[in-house]
Antibody, heavy 117, light 108 residues
């Protein structure tokens, strides 16, 4: 059974940092592009960051560029998102998702990040 | 950046009726379009990719069509479990990968 499990969310003050993790099981993790997607309360889906299977290609949404860093550890089937200089507008549920090449076919359950003083 | 626009924002449909959702891209995305379903408190689920191919385990009542800039998701006979929010997403020109704002299908 394929599972993506996010962790690391929580309450943080503006300007603070948080590191999200996504543990993968049941898939050949190292073969796939992986994504982080977020959803602000009551809003739609927003792509945040992407990393290629090898980790050589990395992309960020303009809204997080320079503040967030994506990484992966293929040996341990894990994906991470280091979030610095957090703002109120970063408050959202953060999902990791596998890019199956034609659509994103597996998603985690999400982890809530709340940025508030 | 390719902007995806979905219509309508909300669709009120009775169980057993047909639902037709639209998605328009600001420029051609060829057939590189996916549809996702999201229920409250749940992660999105991939329904359709390649504009018209059902993902694994998706019932035949869901169908997708279109190419270029105009796309449609049709649910032929709505079941109670189909009331949800539906998002289209393009993966033709990236980054960024972009989603539509969603269409909420609610019970009439």
């Amino acid at each position: 059974e394929v599972q993506l499990v996010e962790s690391g969310g929580g309450l943080v003050k503006p300007g603070g940092s948080l590191r999200l993790s996504c543990a993968a099981s049941g898939i050949t993790f190292s073969n796939y592009f992986m994504k982080w997607v977020r959803q602000a309360p009551g809003k739609g889906l927003e792509w945040v960051s992407a990393i290629s299977s090898s980790g050589n290609y990395i992309h960020y949404a303009d809204s997080v560029k320079g503040r967030f860093t994506i990484s992966r550890d293929n040996a341990n089937n894990s994906l991470s998102l280091q979030m610095n200089s957090l703002r109120a507008e970063d408050t959202a549920v953060y999902y990791c998702a596998r890019d199956g090449g034609s659509g994103w076919d597996y998603w985690g359950q999400g982890t809530l990040v709340t940025v508030s003083s | 950046e390719i902007v995806m626009t979905q219509s309508p924002a909300t669709l009120s449909v009775s169980p057993g009726e047909r639902a037709t959702l639209s998605c328009r891209a600001s420029q051609s995305v060829s057939s590189n379009l996916a549809w996702y379903q999201q229920k409250p408190g749940q992660a999105p689920r991939l329904l359709i990719y390649g504009a018209s191919t059902r993902a694994t385990g998706i019932p035949a009542r869901f169908s997708g069509s279109g190419s270029g800039t105009e796309f449609t998701l049709t649910i032929s006979s709505l079941q109670s479990e189909d009331f949800a929010i539906y998002y289209c997403q393009q993966y033709h020109n990236w980054p960024p990968w972009t989603f539509g704002q969603g269409t909420k299908v609610e019970i009439k």
